[in-house]
């Protein structure tokens, strides 16, 4: 069974930074790729951004393009979401996910079904 676990949710005021961390483990588990999602309320959960774990290309939605990055820990199948210059619509409760299949760029990565294990997700509130 292959765990997912996000930290480092919380409050920041618009304009402020944060950064989310998120493991993956489980038996014979290899990360070949993983990404985040968020779902504000009423909304449907919303690719954030994904990253390649061997070359380590990234991509993004244009709604965080140049103020969010993911980077990862390879070593520790870390994952990280650096959010920077924060607004109120980026309130929303933030979703780590991975799967066990070996990734591609041109293969669908930025709809909810593409994402196989999921964590439980850590709620970011901006105030404004």
């Known amino acids: 069974q292959v765990q997912v676990v996000e930290s480092g949710g919380g409050l920041v005021q618009s304009g402020g930074s944060l950064r989310l961390s998120c493991t993956a483990s489980?038996?014979?588990?290899?990360?070949?790729?993983m990404a985040w999602f968020r779902q504000a309320p009423g909304k449907e959960r919303e690719f954030i951004g994904a990253?390649?774990?061997?070359?380590?290309?990234?991509a993004y939605a244009d709604s965080v393009k140049g103020r969010f990055t993911v980077s990862r820990d390879a070593a520790q199948n870390n994952v990280y979401l650096q959010m920077n210059s924060l607004k109120p619509e980026d309130a929303a409760v933030y979703y780590c996910?991975?799967?066990?299949?070996?990734?591609?760029?041109?293969?669908?990565?930025?709809?909810?079904?593409?994402?196989?294990?999921w964590g439980q997700g850590t709620q970011v509130t901006v105030s404004s």
């Open positions: 996910a991975t799967k066990s299949q070996p990734f591609t760029w041109s293969s669908s990565y930025t709809t909810v079904n593409d994402w196989t294990f």
């Open positions: 489980g038996p014979k588990f290899s990360v070949y790729s």
């Open positions: 990253i390649h774990w061997n070359n380590d290309p990234t």
